[in-house]
C-alpha cells in the first residue's frame, strides 16, 4: 500500500511539473479592444497581440530578447493604439532589464522591428493583405548598477522608437515650459491621473531622440528635485551647462494625452515626456490649448485680449458646444454700443480639437477658417479666422478677422457668451465705415445667454434688430 502511495505521488509531481513547464512554453494571446491591454512574455520571451486597425486585421508576433539574443521571460507587455498606430510599452517589474518603447503605424514598426526573414515563424507581412502578421524582435539590455548610480536612479531604454508620423493634438499634447514647470507637471499628471509605474524621458538631439526611464518612486519626492533630476539629464545629454538650461523655455510633447480613460485601472502605467531643446515654436507659444490654435493666436494678443476683459479657457477637455446660437443683445465690452442680431453655428467638433462655424446676420455671411477648441466641463473657448462678407451701401465688403470665443455651454445655450477680434484684413471699404487693421474689439452677450435655437440663420423672433450696427462698425 505504501508503495502505491509513493508511486501515486511521484507520478502526480511528474505531471505537475510537466503541467507547469507547459504554461511556461505556452504563448499568451491578447485581444485589443479599445482599451489598454498588458501580458507577459512566456520562457521563449514571447507574446501575441491581435488588433484590428481600418480594413486591416494585425496579429503582433512579438519576441523580446536581451542583447545577446537570448530570450527574456517575465516581461510585462502593454498594449494601446490611437486610429492607425500602436503603442507598444515593454517593462520588466523584476528590474532586471531596461525597458523598450515604441510608438507609431505598423509598418513603421516593422520597419525598426520586423523579423524580415521570410522564413521566420509569423514573418509573413505584405504591405497589400487585408490580414497581416508582423513578427517583432524587440531587445533589451541588461539595467547596469554604473548607468543607476549616474543618473540617479534612471537608466536607458535600449530600444526606442516614435513615428515621424505622429501628429500634434492627435498623439501628444505639446507645452512650453521651463524644467521647473515640467517637473510639477509631472508630479501633477502623473502622481494624481495616471499613477504610472514608469516615467520615460526622452531627449532630442541633433541625431534624433534617446530616452531614459526614471523610477516611479520619483513621486514622492519634491518638485525641486524632480526638476534636478530633470536638469542633470538634460545637461548629460545636451552639454550645456545648468546656468543655460535652468530658466529656458523647451518644448515638451506629452504621450498619451492626459485623463484618458482607456488607461484606467492597468499596473503597468507609464507617462512619456519628450523633450527639445531648440523648438521654435516656443519663440511664442501658447500653453493649455490645441497645438494648431498658436497658428492663430500669440501670448501677446491673449495678453491684449484678456487686458480689455476677454475670458479665456484653457485646457484638453472641452465640452461639446455643436448647435446654433442667436445673440439678440450683443455689446460692446468698453463702449456699451449695440450691435444687430447674430446667427452662430458651430458643427463637426472633432476629437483632435477641430471645429466648423460660420455666423449670419442680414447683412453678413462668414466663415470660420481652421478653427480650434480649448476648455475644461463646461467652458470652453474657441480660436479662429473669420471672413465676413459685409453688404453695405450696395457694395460687398471684406473683413478678416482673427476670433477667440468664450463662454460657459448649458442646455439653454452659451451662458457668458464673449467674443474677442482684432482686424488682420478689410477691402471695399469705400465709405470708411468699418474698423481699421490692427484695431481690437471685446463684444458680449449683455443678457447673458446666446439662446440655443433649431435654425440657422434664425429670424424667429419678432423683436429682431435688423437696423444695429455690425460688429465690426466704427
Excluded at 513621486?219 to 530633470?230: G, V, Y
Excluded at 444687430?340 to 466663415?367: P, R, W
Aim: proline share 3%; with cysteine; hydrophobic share 40%.
Amino acid at each position: 500500500m505504501k508503495n502505491h502511495f509513493l508511486l501515486f505521488a511521484l507520478m502526480l509531481l511528474i505531471s505537475l511539473n510537466g503541467c507547469e513547464e507547459e504554461d511556461n512554453i505556452s504563448t499568451e494571446s491578447l485581444t485589443y479592444q479599445d482599451h489598454i491591454i498588458e501580458g507577459s512574455t512566456n520562457i521563449e520571451g514571447k507574446i501575441v497581440i491581435n488588433t484590428t486597425f481600418p480594413e486591416k486585421e494585425i496579429t503582433y508576433d512579438i519576441q523580446v530578447v536581451n542583447t545577446e539574443g537570448n530570450p527574456v521571460d517575465k516581461m510585462d507587455v502593454s498594449y494601446y493604439q490611437t486610429d492607425d498606430k500602436s503603442i507598444i510599452f515593454v517593462r520588466d517589474p523584476l528590474r532586471r532589464y531596461g525597458s523598450a518603447f515604441l510608438y507609431g503605424p505598423p509598418v513603421d514598426l516593422d520597419k525598426i522591428a520586423g523579423i524580415n526573414d521570410p522564413d521566420s515563424p509569423g514573418a509573413t507581412y505584405q504591405s497589400k493583405s487585408v490580414i497581416m502578421t508582423l513578427g517583432l524582435l524587440i531587445t533589451v539590455g541588461a539595467i547596469a548598477i554604473a548607468e543607476v548610480k549616474i543618473i540617479k536612479n534612471a537608466w536607458v531604454i535600449q530600444q526606442f522608437y516614435i513615428s515621424d508620423a505622429v501628429l500634434a493634438d492627435k498623439d501628444y499634447i505639446l507645452y512650453c515650459k521651463t524644467f521647473e514647470e515640467i517637473a510639477e507637471l509631472i508630479k501633477a499628471r502623473t502622481g494624481i491621473v495616471l499613477n504610472a509605474s514608469s516615467i520615460l524621458i526622452s531627449f532630442v538631439t541633433a541625431g534624433g531622440s534617446s530616452a531614459v526611464e526614471i523610477a516611479s518612486d520619483i513621486l514622492f519626492e519634491s518638485a525641486q528635485s524632480i526638476r534636478d533630476k530633470l536638469l542633470n539629464l538634460a545637461i548629460d545629454q545636451w552639454g550645456m551647462s545648468m546656468d543655460q538650461l535652468v530658466n529656458r523655455r523647451v518644448a515638451v510633447k506629452i504621450y498619451p494625452f492626459d485623463k484618458d480613460e482607456n488607461f484606467a485601472n492597468i499596473k503597468n502605467l507609464y507617462a512619456l515626456y519628450e523633450i527639445d531643446l531648440k523648438n521654435p515654436i516656443c519663440d511664442n507659444y501658447v500653453n493649455d490649448v490645441p497645438y494648431q490654435a498658436n497658428n492663430i493666436i500669440t501670448q501677446e494678443l491673449i495678453n491684449k485680449f484678456e487686458d480689455k476683459g476677454l475670458t479665456i479657457y484653457k485646457g484638453f477637455s472641452p465640452p461639446d458646444i455643436t448647435g446654433n446660437y442667436y445673440l439678440d443683445d450683443l455689446t460692446n465690452m468698453q463702449t456699451g454700443h449695440k450691435f444687430k442680431d447674430y446667427t452662430y453655428k458651430f458643427f463637426n467638433q472633432g476629437k483632435d480639437f477641430s471645429i466648423e462655424l460660420k455666423y449670419a446676420s442680414n447683412t453678413s455671411d462668414a466663415v470660420g477658417k481652421g478653427a480650434f477648441i480649448s476648455g475644461n466641463a463646461t467652458s470652453f473657448s474657441v480660436y479662429c479666422e473669420m471672413e465676413d462678407i459685409i453688404n453695405h451701401n450696395d457694395t460687398q465688403v471684406y473683413i478678416k478677422s482673427l476670433d477667440i470665443y468664450s463662454g460657459e455651454i448649458t442646455p439653454e445655450g452659451i451662458k457668458n457668451y464673449q467674443n474677442g477680434f482684432i482686424i488682420v484684413d478689410k477691402r471695399n471699404d469705400l465709405h470708411g465705415a468699418f474698423m481699421e487693421v490692427g484695431e481690437s474689439r471685446i463684444v458680449y452677450e449683455a443678457d447673458g445667454l446666446a439662446q440655443k435655437v433649431a435654425t440657422f440663420p434664425f429670424s424667429g423672433k419678432g423683436d429682431v434688430n435688423e437696423k444695429g450696427r455690425d460688429r465690426y462698425a466704427k
